[in-house]
């Protein structure tokens, strides 16, 4: 696997201490942050369709790289599950996990044994299970022994070329709906019926940024470490793929991008929230474990737990410190509750 | 929550029932109170996929509504401290009738009615006494005022009925507030809510307060299980870094039981649960958090935490199809099971803190 590259390398402009409006943070992040990463989806799983068509053997070191930078490219945007994301199910479709009914191994399966002719083409195959699209599937399709195994080569090799074809379908839906539409609508906020000021859109933002640390806290981290006395190393996300840890820090260094186009820099809020982000991420790279085995030892329980807690920090001070900074209002029933 | 369904089962072993009334309207399943852009108010019926069926014009903010068993009449509150209540008859938008709170008294928001559907009772405030009263209204004699039973405490909030019985619920809050002090609790230092069931008639049954160390958790609504079960949802009035549990649940004759998540997901809730609600199955019961932008679901049977859904300004929760159904403060109508799906959207639109389930 290749090391891991900020791919947002656009200048993340020091915001100088000049207070900003509202509308600019959310054009900002709109432009710098949420553009780039869908049309990168977009790039990234155009390649890996394309491959497909050419090479569908799981085995295939090129084909891997290429669900791998896909993948990673996902990762960067999982946060923004709103708008675009929220509508027909895009959401599921390209990211169905937590698993916890083993509904993807078993579609799947149904599928291959069936010789389910929704393979044949991306109308029909819009309209299979979620659990059998996106990239949890592809992992399945392309590490699960089971799944390597189960029905014939041709069959499953047009499989990973209806997903890989699916998902690339999802995210060029993904990307023209951010770029002719929602992103004016969050960047115009205040003239149109979906966003009803600045004030609203950046909280939207804010509920991405939140979404992210949280997964990342309840789901990405705390299913592997489930208790100290029952750790559930075999719940870690990806980890067929060797994964795991990877998208903790994709996440992480995705929403400490995101944060350091909103935070302001007076009274030292963005500071903060760069040094948190910095020692979540140090803490990651220096797990030596990719897929979190460790937490069934007391000593990887503790390094593990250690940065889901300094994640934890992170999506404290955004509620103790960004949010109020950027004087982001309660909503209809927060402010006002009974 | 009254069942107009689990009624409508009962009654028509033993009388004949009319049709339900509700089905012109093209049978809600929902009622919701919202605020619209222009700043008016009106009460919503919703379809199971949150399809807007009606609206009809309130005079003020909304809070709850209390649906009559069998008559398309629902009865919807002024948030507290308000003074009126309208009846209005779903079907043409008329209103039937209007409750006027009885001289130095307000209503708490909430109300529900008897078995029959002949008496509406409903939470108020006795503001010379700041002790805590039921009103009891004839519904069948175009809601004239009966009189009033204590509550059993200060701050009655939501109340409920016992399914297939009139053993009335009462969420008694434990806040002692006054119109001319607005919305300030007055009795911090003596509070002591507490979940009180009644008869008709106003005798205790039984009455179930916290730990003297939960004294600050204002116990405010209630959602009831077909086999009786309550479940109760709190809001903390205490120090911040205090994150005492939000939702319990009891059965009569037995110890509430505190549910809560591990530590810090709870601790996101801000100390406040809007909502609570049992999944349509009864398995599941959720609570919701406008503040803290989630929903927790907890495991009913074993008390489990099973997961939180991200949702901006979430409160009104009502069961669904998949499990619950939530709304938000942005028009959204959003299923939850083991995902989280946005059914509708309706811009222009603030729900407001509660769902009522029809069904």
């Known amino acids: 696997m290749r090391p891991l590259i900020l791919s947002f390398c656009l200048a993340v402009l020091p915001l100088s201490g000049t207070a900003q409006s509202q509308p600019e943070v959310v054009a900002r992040v709109v432009d710098q942050h949420v553009l780039p990463g869908f049309a990168a989806l977009e790039s990234e799983t155009a390649v890996l369709a394309d491959l497909a068509i050419r090479d569908c053997n799981p085995f295939s070191s090129a084909l891997r790289r290429a669900y791998g930078t896909a993948f990673d490219a996902w990762i960067r945007v999982s946060h923004l599950a709103f708008g675009p994301l929220e509508d027909e199910n895009r959401l599921f479709a390209l990211s169905f996990w937590p698993d916890e009914r083993g509904m993807t191994p078993r579609s799947l399966e149904r599928l291959i044994l069936a010789n389910d002719f929704a393979v044949e083409s991306q109308q029909e195959f819009a309209t299979v299970s979620v659990a059998a699209r996106g990239f949890y599937a592809l992992e399945f399709l392309l590490y699960d022994q089971r799944i390597i195994s189960t029905g014939s080569d041709e069959y499953r090799c047009a499989l990973v070329q209806a997903v890989t074809r699916d998902i690339h379908q999802t995210a060029q839906e993904l990307d023209l709906a951010w770029r002719t539409g929602f992103a004016d609508l969050m960047r115009n906020a205040g003239d149109n019926d979906r966003f009803h000021s600045a004030d609203e859109a950046l909280r939207t933002l804010l509920g991405g940024l939140n979404h992210g640390l949280e997964y990342t806290i309840d789901l990405r981290l705390g299913r592997p470490l489930g208790t100290f006395e029952a750790p559930r190393p075999l719940t870690a996300e990806a980890r067929r793929s060797g994964r795991s840890l990877r998208h903790v820090l994709l996440a992480l260094q995705s929403l400490d991008q995101m944060t350091a186009l909103m935070a302001p820099d007076k009274d030292g809020v963005a500071e903060r929230l760069a040094a948190l982000f910095a020692s979540a991420i140090t803490r990651a790279q220096l797990l030596d474990d990719p897929v979190f085995v460790s937490v069934t030892e007391p000593e990887g329980h503790l390094r593990i737990e250690d940065l889901q807690r300094r994640v934890s920090d992170i999506h404290d001070a955004v509620q103790a410190d960004l949010i109020p900074a950027l004087g982001v209002g309660a909503g209809f029933n927060a402010l006002d509750g009974d | ?359």
């Open chain 2, 1 to 359: 929550m009254p069942s107009r369904r689990a009624f409508l089962a009962g009654a028509a072993a033993t009388l004949a029932v009319p049709t339900s009334g509700w089905a012109a309207l093209g049978d809600p399943a929902y009622l919701a109170a919202a605020r619209r852009d222009d700043g008016t108010h009106a009460l919503h019926g919703l379809s199971a996929e949150g399809q807007i069926l009606f609206a009809r014009p309130l005079p003020g903010r909304g809070h709850a509504a209390a649906a009559h068993p069998t008559r398309p009449e629902a009865v919807a509150f002024a948030r507290r401290p308000g003074v009126f209540a309208v009846v209005l008859n779903c079907a043409d938008g008329h209103a039937e009738a209007t409750l006027e709170a009885a001289p130095g008294r307000h209503f708490y928001g909430h109300g529900v009615f008897s078995r029959d559907g002949a008496t509406l009772f409903t939470t108020e405030n006795d503001l010379d006494t700041l002790q805590g009263r039921i009103g009891i209204w004839d519904a069948s004699a175009g809601y004239a005022r009966v009189g009033d039973i204590a509550s059993g405490g200060i701050g009655p909030h939501d109340i409920a009925r016992l399914p297939d019985s009139d053993v009335l619920v009462v969420a008694n809050g434990g806040i002692a507030t006054h119109p001319d002090s607005g919305r300030e609790p007055l009795n911090l230092a003596t509070m002591r809510p507490n979940l009180a069931y009644l008869t008709a008639e106003g005798g205790v049954i039984e009455t179930q307060e916290l730990d003297a160390a939960l004294r600050l958790n204002s116990i405010r609504h209630l959602a009831l299980r077909a086999d009786g079960l309550v479940a109760a949802a709190m809001q903390w009035q205490g120090a911040d870094d205090a994150a005492p549990p939000l939702v319990l649940t009891h059965r009569r004759g037995e110890a509430p039981r505190l549910l809560s998540a591990p530590d810090a997901v709870h601790r996101r809730m801000r100390n406040y649960a809007g909502s609570v609600g049992f999944s349509r199955d009864g398995t599941r019961l959720a609570i919701t958090s406008p503040r803290g932008a989630q929903t927790q679901v907890f495991d009913t049977a074993e008390g489990r935490f099973l997961r939180t859904s991200r949702l901006p300004d979430v409160c009104g929760l009502a069961p669904g199809a998949e499990g619950f159904l939530v709304t938000n403060g942005q028009g959204v109508v959003a299923q939850l099971g083991d995902r989280q799906t946005v059914l509708t959207r309706h811009p222009g639109l603030s729900w407001d803190n509660h769902l009522i389930a029809l069904g």
